[in-house]
């Protein structure tokens, strides 16, 4: 089946870590979406990336990094940079079509 | 800063009542819009998209767009206790969605 992997569902981060989530995908999308999901908030924009090799940052880029070396992996690393980091991280994709993004399960980051 | 605005509820209705969610934005130029559907804890769902003016009908659902007074709502029609959730409006800007804070639903039975 067709869709969007990420792992892992639950992420724990001490003080000061990096840690990567990943996101994996086989729909054959050219574009890639994360997006950050607080508590009563919407989703906001981190990064995303329309090819391979390529990436813009969103509205909340700061303290996060991200690379496309495979049109399939989008991953996203959190810096210590990034001073409030738990929250609900989901990531994306689309063919570029109207048929909006389809999402994948999530990954929940609390720092610890 | 373009936005996205939705009223963040809760909307309580009875079971079998229409419920309405609204969403208005403030790019002129949008051009596309979409309607996702959040259980708490899972990801979105896209439920419907619509990107000319007037009324679109998939089932139980209707998404209407007034692009002149750049707001875009969503009809529930016999609202079912499964259809409790967080409804995200979201409009598309460039390559990417710029969503709402989502409109908290709550259908009792």
């Known amino acids: 089946d067709g869709g969007i992997t990420q792992s892992p569902k639950y992420l724990f981060r001490k003080e000061g870590q990096n840690v990567t989530l990943s996101c994996e995908q086989n729909?054959?999308?050219?574009?890639m979406y994360w997006y950050r999901q607080d508590p009563g908030q919407g989703l906001r924009l981190i990064y995303y990336?329309?090819?391979?090799?390529?990436?813009q940052k969103g509205d909340i880029a700061e303290g996060y990094s991200v690379s496309r070396e495979k049109k399939e992996s989008f991953p996203l690393t959190v810096t210590s940079a990034q001073k409030n980091p738990t929250a609900f991280y989901l990531c994306?994709?689309?063919?570029?079509?109207?048929?909006?993004?389809?999402f994948g399960s999530g990954t929940r980051l609390t720092v610890v | 800063q373009k936005e996205v605005e939705q009223n963040s509820g809760p909307l309580s209705v009875p079971e079998g009542a229409i419920a309405s969610l609204n969403c208005t934005y403030s790019?002129?130029?949008?051009?596309?819009f979409f309607w996702y559907r959040q259980y708490s804890g899972k990801s979105p769902e896209l439920i419907m998209f619509?990107?000319?003016?007037g009324d679109k009908e998939d089932g139980r659902f209707t998404a209407q767009l007034n692009k002149a007074s750049q707001y875009v709502s969503l009809l529930i029609r016999d609202s079912q206790p499964s259809d409790s959730a967080t409804y995200l409006c979201?409009?598309?800007?460039?390559?990417?969605?710029?969503f709402g804070k989502g409109t908290t639903l709550s259908v009792s039975s």
């Open positions: 729909l054959n999308h050219d574009a």
């Open positions: 979201a409009v598309k800007e460039g390559t990417a969605l710029i």
């Open positions: 994306a994709s689309t063919d570029g079509s109207n048929y909006g993004y389809t």
């Open positions: 619509i990107y000319s003016n």
């Open positions: 990336s329309q090819i391979v090799n390529d990436f």
């Open positions: 790019d002129r130029g949008s051009q596309s």
